[in-house]
């Protein structure tokens, strides 16, 4: 473990996600910033289901820790444990702080190696290519994306949505909903509502597949795009252990500390913050949080933090390349006029500029 700078705060940063790697980026200047995190790179969240279309696209969406962390530490590794004054890894490191950040989102299975990452899109791709149906289950803004990208790049293939819910994207509005389902529908994808398939049936051989509601769909392949749980079940056995909620987010106070402690900070959909859990505002949670931190290293009072404050519910969703679904404060609207505000590039470029790097 590198020596802490002489004279500058200690900051810990658990997870080198979205929020994190913000946080990281941004305070890295004024402490002796280090990244905890099990990946070397970062990936963008909403870029995921274009690079299993276009596997090329990942190459900008899956971001070196290293080249935004220029003046920081990255240690290639999960936290294990918290202590008054440590954070504790897998690999046996003990980091000591002054300053903590909790960002660690939900649980992803993805690989460490960016290479190896960028293998699994492939994959995914080939996947697709070589299927004349496909199976989605899940009706949550992955899996009614993914159906997007497949029916805009591969309309000549079968897709079927499966959704367990009584409509798709329940995170938002009825009136968005149906215009996504008018969409799916008018590209020939087939919505399956208040259905489901039992996932522990689920095989890459298998190419039939009975529903809930007693219906059989015949697919080549199969994508699964239900939510991930909570990265939280570490905590148990740490000093926040009495900072989780019941669903296990992280309880915290209106400046984002966590609640019962002054030099702990939680960020990102790991918090309790009652507010759809969306990548950009996790990227607003790490620019107070990286805010605060300065004024704390500043030496001002717990009572200068400034606070965090929930807005109207914004949703953007991309249906495929050039389409989507917004919903904003006063109006939703479908079609190209928000396909050209998300889907084209998918704001990969601003978080990438964000990150201090070329778009």
Same mark, same amino acid.
């Given at each position: 473990?590198?020596?802490?700078? =002489?004279?500058?705060?200690?900051?810990?940063?658990?997870?080198?996600?979205?929020?994190?790697?913000?946080?990281?980026?941004?305070?890295?200047?004024? =402490?002796?910033?280090?990244?905890?995190?099990?990946?070397?790179?970062?990936?963008?969240?909403?870029?995921?289901?274009?690079?299993?279309?276009?596997?090329?696209?990942?190459?900008?969406?899956?971001?070196?820790?290293?080249?935004?962390?220029?003046?920081?530490?990255?240690?290639?590794?999960?936290?294990?444990?918290?202590?008054?004054? =440590?954070?504790?890894?897998?690999?046996?490191?003990?980091?000591?702080?002054?300053?903590?950040?909790?960002?660690?989102?939900?649980?992803?299975?993805?690989?460490?190696?960016?290479?190896?990452?960028?293998?699994?899109?492939?994959?995914?791709?080939?996947?697709?290519?070589?299927?004349?149906?496909?199976?989605?289950?899940?009706?949550?803004?992955?899996?009614?994306?993914?159906?997007?990208?497949?029916?805009?790049?591969?309309?000549?293939?079968?897709?079927?949505?499966?959704?367990?819910?009584?409509?798709?994207?329940?995170?938002?509005?009825?009136?968005?909903?149906?215009?996504?389902?008018?969409?799916?529908?008018?590209?020939?994808?087939?919505?399956?509502?208040?259905?489901?398939?039992?996932?522990?049936?689920?095989?890459?051989?298998?190419?039939?597949?009975?529903?809930?509601?007693?219906?059989?769909?015949?697919?080549?392949?199969?994508?699964?795009?239900?939510?991930?749980?909570?990265?939280?079940?570490?905590?148990?056995?740490?000093?926040?252990?009495?900072?989780?909620?019941?669903?296990?987010?992280?309880?915290?106070?209106?400046?984002?500390?966590?609640?019962?402690?002054?030099?702990?900070?939680?960020?990102?959909?790991?918090?309790?913050?009652?507010?759809?859990?969306?990548?950009?505002?996790?990227?607003?949670?790490?620019?107070?949080? =990286?805010?605060?931190?300065?004024?704390?290293?500043?030496?001002?009072?717990?009572?200068?933090?400034?606070?965090?404050?929930?807005?109207?519910?914004?949703?953007?969703?991309?249906?495929?390349?050039?389409?989507?679904?917004?919903?904003?404060?006063?109006?939703?609207?479908?079609?190209?006029?928000?396909?050209?505000?998300?889907?084209?590039?998918?704001?990969?470029?601003?978080?990438?500029?964000?990150?201090?790097?070329?778009?």
């Amino acid at each position: 473990m590198e020596a802490a700078a =002489a004279g500058k705060a200690k900051v810990v940063v658990v997870g080198g996600g979205l929020a994190g790697s913000l946080l990281a980026k941004t305070i890295q200047g004024d =402490a002796d910033v280090f990244v905890v995190d099990p990946k070397e790179y970062l990936e963008i969240p909403w870029a995921e289901l274009r690079s299993t279309v276009e596997p090329s696209f990942a190459e900008r969406s899956l971001i070196y820790h290293r080249d935004y962390l220029t003046q920081g530490t990255l240690v290639t590794s999960s936290a294990i444990n918290i202590t008054e004054n =440590a954070v504790l890894t897998a690999d046996g490191q003990s980091l000591g702080y002054d300053y903590l950040v909790i960002a660690t989102g939900h649980a992803v299975t993805s690989p460490g190696s960016r290479a190896e990452r960028l293998k699994e899109f492939q994959r995914d791709n080939g996947k697709i290519e070589s299927s004349e149906s496909v199976l989605i289950v899940g009706g949550g803004p992955t899996g009614v994306e993914l159906a997007g990208e497949i029916a805009v790049d591969y309309p000549e293939k079968k897709v079927t949505l499966i959704h367990r819910g009584p409509r798709l994207l329940e995170f938002i509005g009825e009136k968005a909903s149906k215009k996504c389902l008018d969409w799916l529908t008018s590209k020939k994808v087939d919505v399956l509502l208040q259905n489901s398939v039992d996932l522990g049936s689920l095989s890459d051989s298998e190419k039939s597949y009975k529903t809930s509601g007693g219906e059989t769909v015949m697919a080549d392949s199969h994508f699964v795009c239900i939510g991930k749980p909570l990265s939280s079940s570490w905590l148990h056995g740490t000093i926040l252990k009495e900072s989780l909620d019941n669903k296990g987010r992280v309880m915290v106070e209106k400046d984002l500390r966590v609640k019962g402690y002054n030099n702990i900070f939680a960020i990102g959909d790991i918090t309790d913050i009652p507010e759809i859990k969306q990548g950009y505002l996790a990227q607003k949670h790490a620019l107070l949080v =990286a805010k605060n931190l300065k004024l704390l290293i500043k030496g001002s009072p717990v009572s200068k933090l400034a606070t965090y404050s929930t807005g109207y519910p914004i949703a953007m969703v991309s249906l495929g390349r050039n389409e989507g679904i917004a919903q904003l404060p006063y109006v939703t609207l479908s079609g190209c006029l928000p396909g050209r505000i998300k889907s084209r590039d998918l704001y990969v470029g601003k978080a990438r500029k964000q990150l201090g790097l070329n778009a």
